[in-house]
């Protein structure tokens, strides 16, 4: 599962053979994505509901939620630096496994700061399981096929914020809160058993070249690499802007003048149904047009979004909604499939590093944008500082 085809220059029927292998492979990928990071989404579209729960303000709440990254950001620097002594079948089955483990304990969790601790296990889980993926498909997909690969993995990660925001909303709505988790630990449990049955173990990874000291050393290689670099930072600024806009989106929909319902609130994220198909053709657009092309029409296309988050009108805030849940994954799955390319070796870990990479924009947006996003008439003021700074960093890209 999860490897790349080669190329047919063969008879209808084999290349019907490998049309079908290629469909099932981006349907693995991308439901094993939408397992791994669906708990990281679906907690957003409870917020006001949690607020309440615990009696603190947005920013507090919001901060507890999002408390998942620093244990990503921690997770995925480990498992990125020492990603070639892990295998990666058994890693990814542990991690789904452990993951349902915090997630069913936030349902009793009974205080605030049990519930940051407990999300950032979470986190550490999740990041381990999405690091561990990524360098498998980096190592096991070609620099041809690299591109679809990630953008497939990318729509999962949409199709569980689309999809974990419906359920969790709607289980919060009728069965309350408690259940909400206990679903959501079931589903991480189905995650192992998909990983178990579908993910073959990788082959031993054959050196080309001089072999890095140390797994510091290789990761300061990738690092010295101003292609990498600069996607790295594009990745943090569009992560920054993505969860400081859809964190306090949130409370803005519930306040007057929208002031909409806890399941109403629910289907609002049918903004990123979108997303799914759109996200899916950024391989395309990468080999027809280029990287820096395909990113710049990205953030272009998210910073369009935004400034429709400002008007009082339920209309102009969902098209900006849509907006930048478009612009932002297409230019997240293309830079993660940038990194693998961009490497010069040992494709696995850089690919991996920009989950440790990224993963501090999340936890610093809901601080930062907690305090300034939210205005006096409940309105969202800054996240898309992120993406206007970001299209400055992939002048080294393409």
Known sequence: MMQAAPALDSPPTEMQAHASSVLLRTVVIGLTAFLTVVDLFATQ?????????????PAAMGFAVNASTMGMAAAGLIVSVFSQRIDRRFGILVS?????IPTALLAIAPDLTTFTVLRIAQGLCMASAFTLTLAYLGEECSATDAAGAFAAYITGNVASNLIGRLISAALADHLGLAWNFYFFAALNLAGAVLVYFTVAR????EQTGAVPPSPFAAWLEHLRNPRLRAAFGIGFCIL???????????FVLVRPPLSLGPMELGFVYFVFLPSVVTTLWAGHAVHRYGTRPTLWGSLVLAGVGLPLLLLPNLAAVLVGMVLVGVGTFFAQATATGFVSRAATADRGRPVASISPATSPAA?????????SSIGSDGRPVLPGSALRSAPRRSSRIG
């Open 202 to 205: 990788a082959a031993a990874m």
């Open 45 to 57: 579209a409870i917020l006001p509901s949690l607020t309440r729960a615990y009696r603190v303000t």
């Open 363 to 371: 936890w610093s947006a809901p601080r930062s944008s907690g305090r």
């Open 240 to 250: 920054f802007a993505f969860i400081g806009t859809f964190t306090y989106v949130n």
């Open 96 to 100: 789904l496994a452990s993951l349902s």
